[in-house]
């Protein structure tokens, strides 16, 4: 089946400084990825997508790269503020708008 | 910001028992789904739901589960007799376009058999 992996499950760093989040999925076919935060307490909640067609999205003090050759995908938290401290997700999906396979997370802390 | 709605927000059951778990998706969508998070696990995926019938569904959901959209406003999740296993964080979620700009969840309800 689908396997979606992240190489580090916690990750701390100090308030304004740059972080990166990987991500490793294992499914050539997989077209479009999510990064997803949880919050204590709450459900997952979209961050920002990519579709397989691109390489680099930014947002809002996000960015997602995706590397096909590699099937790598990372995410970018530029000035890392308290309020990005959660856990994040990456999550695929292969031409199905039914169903996302979700990665094991990583846990993100933001030490002020 | 529209919600996804989750009741309750925890629940405790014996084994054996029938639960059901209930969930109001943002008006404007048509796609309903349900995941679990098995503590310290990763979310999976349950079942989805479009034009008033399960679209997919997983290994995990098997004749124990079924998924009903009473109304116009719930879906509801329906465990019929309850294992140890079945001890999770479920998670409604809803979308208006299906995989696009991933879904909403709500906040979940953590479901502990006893």
């Known amino acids: 089946g689908e396997s979606v992996g992240l190489h580090l499950p916690t990750l701390s760093v100090q308030e304004g400084d740059n972080s990166i989040i990987n991500c490793a999925y294992s499914?050539?076919?997989?077209?479009?990825f999510i990064w997803y935060k949880q919050e204590s307490g709450k459900g997952p909640q979209f961050i920002i997508d990519?579709?397989?067609?691109?390489d680099k999205r930014q947002g809002q003090r996000v960015t997602v790269l995706l590397n096909k050759t590699v099937k790598h995908l990372s995410l970018q938290i530029a000035a890392t503020q308290p309020g990005d401290s959660a856990v994040y997700f990456c999550?695929?999906?292969?031409?199905?708008?039914?169903?996302?396979?979700f990665g094991s997370g990583t846990k993100l802390n933001v030490k002020p | 910001e529209p919600e996804v709605t989750q009741t309750p927000s925890h629940q405790v059951t014996q084994m054996g028992q029938e639960v059901i778990l209930r969930c109001v998706p943002i008006?404007?969508?048509?796609?309903f789904y349900w995941y679990r998070q098995i503590l310290g696990q990763k979310v999976e995926f349950l079942v989805s739901?479009?034009?008033?019938?399960?679209?997919?569904k997983s290994e995990i959901f098997d004749d124990q589960f079924s998924v009903e959209r009473p109304d116009g406003s719930n879906f509801t999740l329906k465990i019929r007799s309850t294992k140890l296993e079945d001890s999770a964080m479920y998670f409604c979620?809803?979308?208006?376009?299906?995989?696009?700009?991933?879904?909403?969840f709500g906040s979940g309800t953590r479901l502990t058999v006893v």
């Open positions: 999550a695929e999906n292969i031409n199905n708008f039914n169903k996302f396979y």
């Open positions: 499914n050539s076919a997989s077209d479009y």
């Open positions: 979620a809803s979308s208006r376009q299906g995989r696009d700009y991933g879904y909403t």
């Open positions: 990519i579709r397989s067609n691109m």
């Open positions: 008006s404007n969508h048509l796609y």
């Open positions: 739901f479009y034009n008033n019938e399960i679209s997919e």
